[in-house]
């Protein structure tokens, strides 16, 4: 899971707490399903988009996942 990698990554170097982090579900124009970690809703906004422009495809929906 290379996206997975990245926010490992970037958790270190911003010295997150990978327990702060939240699950967002993230829904594109293709119709594929994935899920990120990341800090904040902005942050899950902004890693949403590069990864639908990554796959040339529209980003339509970005939410967290709901904890039980």
Wanted: proline fraction near 1%.
């Amino acid at each position: 899971m290379q996206h997975q990698d990245q926010h490992e990554e970037e958790s270190q170097k911003y010295n997150l707490d990978p327990q702060s982090l939240q699950e967002y579900k993230v829904t594109l124009s293709s119709g594929e399903k994935m899920f990120i970690l990341a800090a904040n809703s902005m942050d899950a906004a902004y890693s949403a988009l590069e990864l639908s422009e990554d796959k040339h495809t529209k980003l339509l929906n970005v939410r967290i996942v709901d904890e039980w």
